[in-house]
Every structure is written in structure tokens, then in C-alpha cells.
């Protein structure tokens, strides 16, 4: 089998399979992308056995019917970066691969495609299907990500939360310290009710392939073990964690009797000017509110400390609460608007607090620390 492809088309969708590609496997097999020409269709895919992608190409020939091959996804993806000719040439012989482009020519040894494990987009009955905004189911997953657990033995906090009904979709996450939630509606769609975590990689993944410029919708069909989402020529599938999410309708405070608006960029740069000298991970930055004033300093033993001061509309008593800086600094970065608001319970060293836009549909809790 010989290959013709557009470079920049394969780039492309090269980049996106690699990127299910795992970094360390005891099966070097997965550390390649598989090349499948069959039916007059030609795909790129890969797996890592929990989240599989699958990339159509459009801009191909093919000598010699159809064929596997194994690409090794790092070089290949550092090759096709580098090259400057606009069509990439594939062929197979005798476990090696030579790619070929302008006066450019690379060789490389290659498992057997038949040792690839199967790469499974489908298959799985599907409970309807969703259209969401490509930019919006974006937005949403760069905001909900920033609050997934890392390395928590409550395996369902290590995702995130896909809520959907019939009129919205709803994303939450958390590590047990902060939540994010978000919330978009709906105008088509017949899946049906569905409530499931998608893990840290699945969801990450999702974002790169709803961040694409497309002007189509993602696609989602969520399923028994499986949420699949497809955007143009290109499909991922995802297992689902098993395990019951925590129940975080409770951990959002119903009401909160002091709210303040600040300035986004104002109160992002505060915050990381204030944080320069809270050097130890576990160290707050102390917010304190006056008349007219808000104070945010850090104090560190042997290093120093900071105060930043910004112009607020307090008009309540005197109050002081610390904050995690890092905690406020990702979702502030993750926000759009020009303005936020804080709000504060009556007991604000000891209740969360709450971070949102204006009339927005992002929301973010966030636990106070301890105040030396």
C-alpha cells in the first residue's frame, strides 16, 4: 500500500489522535498511531485503551487497495512539523515505513498493524444524541477542569460530571477544596436523562477536539460505559468512572448576605502580585475588606511579606478571609467577563464562598484557609 496526503490536513488531525497517544505504557505497540485505508476511506487512530480517537482524511490517493500501518506518534508528529512540502508520501515494506516529501526522506521500523489493539468510537447502543455548541462545550470544559482531583482515592472526583436532561447540560468537578459548575441550554437533542463522570483525559481531550475552529456542534452520545462526541471528521470515545460523585448540590451555599463586585483583570493581578511572597503551597492570601478598600496581603517567615491594596465598593463591617491565591487565580483566568462577583457567608472564615460572572452560567465555591 502507498499513501499520497495533503500534509497540512494530516498534521492536523496527526496532532489530535497523538494526543490519546500515553506517555509511558508497557505496551509500546500504543505508543503508535494506526494508519487504515479500507472502503475508499482513510483514518488515523489511537487508543490508550480508556479513550480511543478516531480522524477522517479527505485529501488522499491510494496505490495498491487497501492496508494497516503503525506510525511511531512522537517522530512522526515531530517529522510532519518540520516539513515544508505539501504532499507526505506512506509506504510499507517489510515492517518499515518510508515517509517521503519533496527531496525528504524518512525511514522507520514499525510494529505489525495486527498488533494494534482494536479501536472502539462505536458499538456501544448509543441513549440518543446531544448537539452542543462547539465554543460553548469548550468554554465549559476549560472552566470545569481547572477543579478536577489529581490523585483522589474518591476515584469519581477525578473527572468530571456530565449532567444532561432534556433542556441543558450541566458540568461540575471538584477536588473536595473547590467546585466549578457550569451550565448550557439546549435547542437539539434526544438523548435521554444522563449522569456520569468522564475522566481528567477523556474530558481533557474533549476540549481539544471542541476547541477546533469549526463552525459545526459537538456531537455527544452518551451510552452505558461510554460518552462519545463527534465533531466533523472526528470522533473520540471515552469509558465512564465508576462510582457515585459527591453530592455537590449541598455545598453551594443557597444564600450569601455579603456580595461585592470587583474587576476581573484588577483582582487577577492583585492576587498574583500578592501571592509572590506566599511561597509555601498551603500558605493564603489574606482579603480584607474596609470602607471603600480591599486589602490582599501574604506574609512568609524569612521571606517577607506583601499588601496590595484595590478600590471596592465595601460598605459592609470590617471583614477578613483568606484564600488559597492559586484557588481564585485558575478560575479567574478561566472567565470572560470584565466584571465578578464575591460573595461571602456570614460566617466567611469558616463557608465557602462563591465566585460567579454577572448573569452568567459559571459558578465557582471555593473553601476559605486558616488565617494565621
Not at 160 to 169: A, I, M, Q, T, W
Not at 309 to 323: K, Q
Request: some cysteine; aromatic content about 4%; overall charge negative.
Amino acid at each position: 500500500m502507498k499513501l499520497q496526503i495533503d500534509r497540512q490536513e494530516m498534521l492536523e488531525a496527526f496532532a489530535t489522535v497523538a494526543s490519546v497517544v500515553p506517555s509511558r505504557t508497557p505496551k509500546p505497540v500504543l505508543e503508535c498511531v494506526l494508519v487504515a485505508c479500507e472502503q475508499g476511506r482513510l483514518e488515523l487512530a489511537a487508543t490508550d485503551l480508556e479513550v480511543a480517537v478516531r480522524s477522517a482524511l479527505e485529501r488522499f490517493e491510494v496505490e495498491g487497495g487497501p492496508g494497516r500501518l503503525l506510525l511511531p506518534a512522537s517522530r512522526t508528529l515531530s517529522i510532519l512539523r518540520e516539513l515544508t512540502a505539501e504532499r507526505v508520501e506512506l509506504e510499507l515494506e517489510q515492517g518499515v515505513v518510508t515517509l517521503r516529501a519533496g527531496g525528504d526522506v524518512f525511514r522507520m521500523v514499525v510494529p505489525e498493524a495486527e498488533d494494534y489493539p482494536s479501536v472502539e468510537t462505536s458499538g456501544e447502543p448509543a441513549q440518543g444524541e446531544i448537539a452542543v455548541p462547539a465554543g460553548a462545550l469548550a468554554a465549559m470544559l476549560r472552566r470545569s477542569l481547572i477543579a478536577v482531583a489529581t490523585d483522589s482515592t474518591h476515584y469519581a472526583m477525578n473527572g468530571v460530571l456530565f449532567e444532561l436532561d432534556p433542556e441543558r447540560l450541566r458540568l461540575v468537578a471538584t477536588d473536595g477544596k473547590r467546585l466549578a459548575l457550569c451550565e448550557q441550554p439546549l435547542a437539539e437533542g434526544d438523548a435521554a436523562r444522563f449522569s456520569r463522570v468522564v475522566p481528567s483525559k477523556g474530558a481533557q481531550l474533549l476540549y481539544r477536539l471542541a476547541a477546533r475552529e469549526q463552525a459545526e456542534p459537538v456531537r455527544l452520545q452518551p451510552g452505558g460505559v461510554r460518552l462519545s462526541g463527534r465533531h466533523g471528521g472526528t470522533q473520540l470515545t471515552t469509558q465512564l468512572i465508576e462510582g457515585q460523585f459527591p453530592p455537590y448540590v449541598q455545598v453551594i451555599p443557597a444564600a450569601s448576605r455579603r456580595r461585592v463586585e470587583l474587576g476581573r483583570q484588577a483582582l487577577l493581578g492583585a492576587l498574583r502580585r500578592a501571592a509572590l511572597l506566599a511561597e509555601r503551597e498551603a500558605s493564603a492570601v489574606r482579603l480584607s475588606f474596609g470602607q471603600g478598600s480591599l486589602r490582599l496581603s501574604a506574609r512568609t517567615p524569612e521571606v517577607g511579606e506583601s499588601h496590595i491594596e484595590l478600590p471596592v465598593a465595601w460598605e459592609d463591617e470590617p471583614l477578613e478571609v483568606g484564600f488559597n491565591p492559586a484557588f481564585l487565580i485558575d478560575a479567574l483566568k478561566v472567565m470572560e467577563s470584565e466584571r465578578v462577583e464575591l460573595e461571602l457567608g456570614e460566617q466567611a472564615q469558616s463557608e465557602p464562598a462563591v465566585l460567579r460572572e454577572p448573569g452568567g452560567a459559571f459558578l465557582y465555591v471555593v473553601m476559605p484557609m486558616e488565617l494565621d
